[in-house]
């Protein structure tokens, strides 16, 4: 008679202990594997290189931002080098994401998870404005407001993804 009392409180006990899990999950609140397989991936060579890669990105687009915005004109060297630098750092990162993704299938024997599809979202939307940056400089006279806003774009895209990278949200972020 006492095993079945016993019974009776674990089920109760137990999809109590659940619920609470999912809360947690639910919540934010990483729990230990999470932790675990953050720090696996953080340590990662392919992704330290790729987040050197974005911190560069975001250097260069910060300074022809800065640059951009202060006149009606635009240095034309300056501007074509930092936006040359910017694409090939994208590139880079790119591939070492790509390689980090590959390593961590390997390592862990999962699929991706809805964060790397948003990353790999918002590398598409960043080729996307860094190509329209590429297109503005191109020209004979290219119009310094909007290679600022441009520049800016970027800017905030690579902000975004960093945070979203460290697990906040940003919702300021204009796609």
């Known amino acids: 008679m006492h095993s079945h009392l016993l019974f009776k409180l674990s089920i109760p006990v137990g999809l ?17 594997e999470m932790q675990k397989r953050h720090a696996m991936m953080a340590s990662e060579p392919h992704h330290i290189l790729a987040m050197a890669y974005h911190t560069n990105m975001a250097n260069f687009a910060k300074a022809l931002e800065t640059q951009s915005a202060k006149s009606n004109t635009l ?50 939307d960043l080729g996307t404005q860094l190509t329209s940056l590429e297109n503005e400089l191109q020209g004979a006279a290219p119009n310094a407001k909007k290679v600022a806003t441009l520049a800016a774009s970027i800017h905030m895209h690579l902000d975004a993804m960093s945070k979203m990278h460290m697990g906040q949200t940003s919702s300021k972020m204009k796609m």
């Not at 809360?23 to 934010?28: D, E, K, L, Y």
């Not at 034309?76 to 299938?105: G, P, V, Y």
């Open 16 to 32: 109590a202990g659940l619920l609470a899990m999912a809360a947690t999950i639910q919540n934010g609140a990483p729990t230990p």
């Open 75 to 124: 240095n034309l060297d300056f501007s074509r080098s930092a936006i040359t630098e910017i694409r090939r750092s994208f590139d880079q990162m790119k591939q070492h994401h790509q390689e980090h993704m590959q390593a961590m299938s390997s390592n862990m024997n999962s699929p991706k998870d809805s964060m790397m599809k948003k990353m790999e979202t918002h590398q598409s």
